[in-house]
């Protein structure tokens, strides 16, 4: 089967009319990757939107350790990396079921590559330009039809049993096991109806973020508003851009909301978090970067998005020569904003602790270019949904030292979940 994909270029006159038509173009396709910055320029900035559609090749099947071949071809690939990915990377024993059920990690090779880069598309195809007279002639998705039932997801925790675990935590900390952990709480509904692509577009009305993501992987798929990236390569050069620190908008008041922001970016408490995890993503980079190339290259960033304002960090390096995708995914993931200090340590209380498996959330979504760089962002602010099993999911977290106060950490969760609870609502 000949899988070479020729390039078209067109002007675009509406940018985002035509992601709406695009998105009902995907239905169809049971694998799709639709990345959207969301018209976001928060550097590094590289694309407004990035969708793969078909399937040629994927990795079906391979353990990431015997993925090189895989990887080493000069070719488009999109997909994810599981949190539980890494069972394959440390000694962990733990076997949790993840509900939802996404494997491992799955990439894959697309017939269909569209780039929207400002006002111009890149259409990559065996056909551009029937594939850009299909979509031009969609009309914009529209809602579907009402969930068949309420949804409601119901936490695995409650407020008593979280604020609990904390503590818990913190004694491990006194003790000395780590320094900081990010512990996340989970919320199922087993009796979920819903038209993803419906729930999607409400979903970036409410909360429109920089690493946006609609993954479907069959009958499973990820909803995804993320503020956070994991890990961008271009050419020799790695960047990770790690958030830690959260602090509610003032919607009302710009001056109040000014103020807010201000506190966030000047809270000891907030810094000491934000530094443990530039620690931990600086350790991981030595171990794939050239010597004394690591640097931090912004501390204590803070950005704004819909919701809330976050304090992110930027850390980069140079690329040993001879690294191989598989060998940077083996040295930085999971990534230290969902795990904590001392890595391997804080996964084993993660095992402990969290009652539920994590799946593709905290894990990554992304794609490599044809040159082998690549973008992967954090799954964070998602909804999880298993349209055979009817289930759905999201999960919220946040990072816990000893000075953490565990009724505010719990209404930070509750602050994370607010813009997807508010999505299942309307």
Known sequence: MDTTLNQCSYKLTDVPAFKKKVLNWLKPFGIFCYLDNQEYNNAPHRLECLVAAGVSDSA?????????????????????????????????????????GFPLFYFFEPQIVLEIKQEHLFVHASNPAKIFADIIHCPSITEGENFALPIAPKGLLSKEDYIEKIRSLQEHILRGDCYEINFCQAFFDYEASIDPFTVFQKLMGV???????????????????????????????????????????????????EELKKKLRESPKEQAENVMVVDLVRNDLTRICKESSVAVDELFGTYTFPQVHQMISTVSGELKNGSSFTKIVEAMFPMGSMTGAPKHRV???????????????????????????????????????NQTKKILSYQVGSGITFYSDAQKEWEECMLKAEAIQRVLEM
């Not at 084993?348 to 602790?353: G, H, N, P, T």
């Open 60 to 100: 079906e099947g391979i353990d990431i350790k015997d993925a090189d071949d895989f990887f080493s071809k000069k070719r488009w690939l999109f997909g994810h990396l599981a949190y539980e990915l890494r069972r394959s990377l440390y000694p962990l024993t733990s076997h949790k079921e993840d509900k939802i």
């Open 207 to 257: 909360s429109p973020n920089p690493f946006s993501a609609f993954y479907r992987l069959h009958d499973k798929y990820l909803l995804c508003a993320s503020p956070e990236r994991f890990l961008m390569k271009q050419k020799n050069h790695l960047v990770s851009q790690p958030i830690k620190g959260t602090i509610k908008r003032e919607l009302i008041s710009v001056e109040k909301d």
């Open 347 to 385: 996964m084993q209380l993660i095992d402990e602790y969290e009652p539920s498996a994590r799946g593709i959330f905290s894990g990554a979504v992304g794609y490599i270019n044809p040159d082998g760089d690549f973008d992967l962002a954090v799954v964070i602010r998602s909804l999880m949904y």
